[in-house]
């Protein structure tokens, strides 16, 4: 029962590079979404999926992109890493829209701690 | 996107204290939802509230959503070490599939 499986779990990069964080969840839920969260600042949604080959931007899109080829994974891929990019990126994901549903649980990855420098 | 203001940012109290955390909208809110993040950890679903006016409890927390829909708070009574962490809430926005979270009130407890 492994739920939301987020890798890395810690990521080192330098500005300009490119590299992927991997999600997947063995729950076959339809609904899934990737957030950063910085000091202060909450969760920000930065891409979200309602079901495979559907994807959507959130509040802050700008340098990463995402796919859904298949229900269980969603990679988010940043395109060329910048300092501003360094936060810690988690992955979630729901059988229900959030908020749309009673009884609906989201389910979070264990995070992602991402530096770039 | 759909604002939500969460207070206060920090809370410090001593063991056995009670603690409350305050999510306000300038708009009415068709459901929220509370999470609970420890630190190092992920964000934990702790609940939903949907109808007006509604509450909720789970053991020591206590869950409520104001009867306009603009407001909702949670309480713990209380409170032990174990309650220690980040508390948030967070609303669907307009846009389906979007969810908006406050930014979170820190507790800690001084056992």
């Known amino acids: 029962n492994a739920g939301v499986t987020q890798t890395p779990k810690f990521q080192v990069l330098k500005t300009g590079q490119s590299m992927t964080l991997q999600c997947a969840q063995d729950?076959?839920?339809?609904?899934m979404s990737w957030y950063r969260q910085d000091p202060g600042m909450g969760l920000r949604l930065i891409h979200y999926?309602?079901?495979?080959?559907?994807?959507d931007q959130g509040e802050v899109p700008n340098g990463y992109n995402v796919s859904r080829s298949t229900t269980e994974d969603f990679p988010l891929r940043l395109l060329s890493a910048a300092p501003s990019q360094t936060s810690v990126y988690f992955c979630?994901?729901?059988?229900?829209?959030?908020?749309?549903?009673?009884?609906?649980?989201?389910?979070f990855g264990e995070g992602s701690w991402l530096t770039v420098v | 996107g759909q604002q939500v203001m969460q207070i206060p940012q920090y809370q410090h109290v001593q063991e056995g204290e009670d603690f409350t955390t305050y999510c306000n909208s300038s708009t009415t809110l068709s459901n929220i939802q509370w999470y609970k993040q420890r630190p190092g950890g992920h964000p934990v679903f702790l609940i939903q509230?949907?109808?007006?006016?509604e509450v909720k409890k789970q053991k020591r927390l206590t869950f409520q959503f104001g009867e306009a829909k603009k407001n909702s708070s949670l309480h713990i009574t209380a409170t032990q070490t174990t309650d220690v962490g980040t508390y948030f809430c967070?609303?669907?926005?307009?846009?389906?599939?979007?969810?908006?979270f406050g930014r979170g009130t820190q507790l800690t407890v001084w056992p």
């Open positions: 999926s309602v079901g495979a080959g559907i994807t």
């Open positions: 509230l949907v109808k007006s006016g």
């Open positions: 729950m076959n839920h339809e609904y």
């Open positions: 979630a994901s729901s059988q229900h829209l959030a908020g749309t549903a009673s009884g609906n649980t989201i389910y």
């Open positions: 967070a609303v669907r926005g307009s846009t389906l599939g979007r969810l908006y």
